[in-house]
Each structure stands twice: as structure tokens, then as C-alpha cells.
């Protein structure tokens, strides 16, 4: 039987067999920086299939409003928990910000294609670059790479030293950390981008990933192609569904050397900088 949950739960379960929806998934634990939020959601069936760069569609509310879930990517996990580290940028963020410990949400997840976990990177230096928000899957994928035995170099970059929210949670790992704000508050002051393209040449790595506002991912993308270092992107799309049924998420994408419409939701959100037409 179909769930009954309004339109974005129609036939989920004919979809995908991985998909998991959990109407059920119990806020544990709330922060919360300026416009930033980070929830801790338990739900261990989808915990336990989680892979870094998938996400999860949240229904914020069991009101008509917002009808639609909203994509949101797998911060952290463990044996039980999912994590979910996110702005409000509108209404449907505003109103999730507004829930409480005790609290539950209706997800679906794990969804998407994530970033690629190589063994093969085990002693090897892999580098990371998030922007603002786009920090949120990096997260979970340093947190992989480490275990296999990645060096792992992240740079992450904002405004300000006070929109760096994640700074004492990744200092907290042992990953190398680069920041880089754009008011000099912290770390390299400018772009994110200038900064990589500055230590790069020291840093010798053997993949590149990264998640943020598109212009500085292009930036990212221009990087790698001229250093010739393979590198695959997160890339964000307004989403009806997330699961293949709605086309919302369409954009053209190079495969196979052909450029095509392709789901986002499906096909990515993660591609490799040869894919992606920025
Ligand atoms: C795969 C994926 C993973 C994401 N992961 C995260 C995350 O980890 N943390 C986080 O803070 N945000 C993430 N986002 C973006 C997040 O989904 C949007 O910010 C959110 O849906 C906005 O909802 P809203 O109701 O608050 O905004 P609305 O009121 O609907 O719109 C406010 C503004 O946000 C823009 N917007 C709406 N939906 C999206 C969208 N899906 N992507 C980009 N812009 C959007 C609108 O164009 C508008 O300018 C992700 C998006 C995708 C596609
Ligand atoms: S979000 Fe519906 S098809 Fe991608």
C-alpha cells in the first residue's frame, strides 16, 4: 500500500527499494549559529545506508504548507543518527529552524549519487572546499576518507569568522584545516578559491572535492581542470521530489562526451568537473 502522506510521498516505495521513509525521525539534538541549524535526527535505517555527498528530502511540516520536502545533505551519521546542517534562506528553512528536541520529521532518504570513497586514497592527500552552507556533506566525507587513511586538507571559506559555525566540530577530527573569510576576520582574507589556487601548488592531492555557491565551485572546477587533479562537485537544484518523478531538477550535463538533460536528484547531486556545464 502507497503511504498516505500528501504529495511528495506518492509511491515512494515503487521507486527505489534503497529509499527509506521515515515519518518518525526524532530531533535528539538542536545548535544553532545566526541563521545557521544542526539537527540531530534518529533514524537508523536510513543511517545505516547513508554514503557522503546523499541527501535526504524533509517534509517540514504535516501542514499543507510547505507542500513540498525540501533536499538537505547527510552531514554526519552514526550507528542510529543523522545529522543535518543547514541556513534559513525562506520560509520552509525559517520553519524548520523553529523545531525543537522531542520534535519529529517526516524524511526519505538516503537519496542521490554521493562522492567517490576510494581506498585507494588510503595515504594519499585529498582536498576538500566548502562555502558557507556547502561545508554540510564534506563533513561526513572527511570523516570516511579519514578512516581509510586519506590525508585530509579542507578549506573552508565565508563571510565571516562567525559564519565559520562548523570550525570547533571539524577542529575537533584530524583533518588539516584551511579558512579563509572575506572581511580578514579569520584565516586568508578573500575567496576560498584564491586561497586553494595559492596553496595548491604544496599540496600535491590526489582528488578534489567540494560543495558551495556555484560561482566559487566554477572557480574550484577551473582549478582542478588547469592542475589537471580530478575533482567531482555537489550540486544544488530547487527539487519537487528528489527521487526521479517530478523532472524539477533537470540540467544539461555532459556524459559520455554528449551534453544531456539529466536528473539531479538521480544522476548527481554529485558530478565530476568534466560533467558539469557551468
Ligand atoms: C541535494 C541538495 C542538498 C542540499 N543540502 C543543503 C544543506 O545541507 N544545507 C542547506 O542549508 N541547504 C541545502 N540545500 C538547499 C536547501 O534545500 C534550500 O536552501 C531549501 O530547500 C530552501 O527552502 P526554503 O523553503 O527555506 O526556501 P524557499 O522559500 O523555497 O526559497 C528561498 C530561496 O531559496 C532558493 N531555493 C529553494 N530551494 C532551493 C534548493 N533546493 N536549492 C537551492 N536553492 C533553493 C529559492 O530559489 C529562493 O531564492 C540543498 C539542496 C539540494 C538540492
Ligand atoms: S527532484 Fe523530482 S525528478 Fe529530481
Given at each position: 500500500m502507497l503511504p498516505k502522506d500528501g504529495l511528495s510521498g506518492i509511491f515512494v516505495r515503487e521507486i527505489s527499494q534503497d529509499m527509506i521513509k521515515d515519518s518518525q525521525a526524532l530531533i535528539t539534538e538542536k545548535e544553532s549559529w545566526k541563521e545557521y541549524y544542526l539537527l540531530s535526527l534518529k533514524s537508523p535505517g536510513i543511517a545505516q545506508q547513508a554514503k557522503p555527498g546523499q541527501f535526504i528530502m524533509v517534509r517540514i511540516d504535516p501542514q499543507p504548507y510547505p507542500l513540498l520536502r525540501r533536499p538537505f545533505s547527510i552531514h554526519s551519521k552514526d550507528e542510529e543518527n543523522i545529522e543535518i546542517f543547514f541556513q534559513k534562506t525562506g520560509s520552509g528553512t525559517a520553519l524548520l529552524a523553529q523545531k525543537e528536541i522531542n520534535d519529529s520529521l517526516d524524511i526519505l532518504g538516503p537519496l542521490g549519487k554521493g562522492y567517490k570513497v576510494d581506498p585507494g586514497f588510503k595515504g594519499k592527500t585529498v582536498i576538500m572546499v566548502g562555502g558557507g552552507r556547502g561545508i554540510a556533506p564534506l563533513y561526513f566525507l572527511a570523516q570516511e576518507l579519514a578512516t581509510l587513511g586519506a590525508e585530509v586538507k579542507i578549506f573552508y571559506g565565508a563571510k565571516s569568522l562567525s559564519d565559520l559555525c562548523l570550525k570547533d566540530k571539524f577542529e575537533r577530527n584530524d583533518f588539516k584545516l584551511f579558512y579563509s573569510t572575506e572581511d580578514g576576520s579569520?584565516?586568508?582574507?578573500?575567496?576560498v578559491s584564491d586561497f586553494l589556487a595559492e596553496k595548491l601548488p604544496s599540496l600535491a592531492p590526489e582528488f578534489m572535492y567540494s560543495c558551495g555557491p556555484e560561482a566559487m565551485m566554477e572557480k574550484i572546477a577551473q582549478i582542478a581542470m588547469e592542475k589537471e587533479i580530478p575533482a567531482e562537485f555537489s550540486l544544488e537544484s530547487i527539487m519537487g521530489c528528489g527521487f526521479g518523478i517530478c523532472w524539477s531538477c533537470v540540467r544539461r550535463i555532459r556524459q559520455e562526451g554528449q551534453e544531456t538533460w539529466l536528473k539531479i536528484c538521480e544522476e548527481g547531486p554529485v558530478f565530476s568537473k568534466e560533467q558539469i556545464i557551468w
Open positions: 579569520l584565516g586568508f582574507k578573500g575567496l
